[in-house]
């Protein structure tokens, strides 16, 4: 079974300052990594797949990089929309399981 | 392109349950959906996934025996179920597309339903 685990727990950043949050897999995932920002009543949304690659509508602000088991999501110039709890996720191609890591708290400072 | 979810629901301990999630807007038969929990005050859980094409039902381990997973093609529904309610399957429950995209091993869960908030 595939651990993830996420740093800081928390993160307090003041608006347009950088965030630069940390996951890693306990075994080599490669580049099956995903990001996702959720905010409080409102659905998680996908930011980052493949470890790099951002989704649809996704402001470049956003960035994923690493493989393997270290993993980080940087966030350049901090908005206000972007406060939340963000999530990495491990995934495999088939049987198609998902694994989240415990997920960052993203807050205001 | 939405999953919509049906309504919250407020039951007592012991009794069954059965919400949906339906697709709208892309070929539902052909990509798996996805189920995740958040318990109050926790993260996000994976519970399983199902692919109406293939008639394929994963569970997460830590979900197995707990809740049933079903889907109809024919109205592009899926469902999950409990067949006896405990106080801490309290939570929010939501349903996600597994998506391709379309180089190497990239997938994402990029559409989600709204929720439905379960209290027991």
């Known amino acids: 079974e595939i651990v993830m685990t996420q740093s800081p727990d928390t993160l307090s950043v003041s608006p347009g300052n950088r965030a630069t949050l940390s996951c890693r897999a306990s075994?080599?995932?490669?580049?099956?990594l995903a990001w996702y920002l959720h905010k409080p009543g409102q659905p998680p949304r996908l930011l980052i797949y493949?470890?790099?690659s951002r989704a649809i509508g996704v402001p470049a602000r956003f960035s994923g990089s690493g493989s393997g088991t270290g993993f980080t999501l940087t966030i350049t110039s901090l908005q206000s929309e972007d406060f939340g709890v963000y999530y990495c996720?491990?995934?495999?191609?088939?049987?198609?399981?998902?694994?989240f890591g415990p997920g960052t708290k993203v807050d205001l400072k | 392109v939405q999953l919509v979810q049906s309504g919250a629901e407020v039951k007592e301990p012991g009794e069954s349950l059965k919400i949906s999630c339906k697709g709208f807007g892309y070929s539902f038969a052909s990509t798996y959906t996805a189920w995740v929990r958040q318990m109050p005050g926790k993260g996000l859980e994976w519970m399983g996934v199902v692919h109406p094409d293939d008639s394929e039902i994963i569970y997460s381990p830590s979900f197995e025996g707990q809740i049933t997973l079903s889907v109809d093609k024919s109205i592009s529904t899926a469902y999950l179920q409990w067949r006896s309610l405990k106080a801490s399957d309290t939570g929010i429950y939501y349903c996600a597309r597994r998506n391709y995209f379309g180089s190497g091993s990239s997938y994402g869960l990029d559409v989600w339903g709204q929720g439905t908030t379960i209290t027991v």
């Open positions: 075994q080599d995932i490669g580049s099956k």
């Open positions: 996720q491990q995934y495999n191609d088939w049987p198609p399981f998902f694994t």
């Open positions: 493949g470890a790099s």
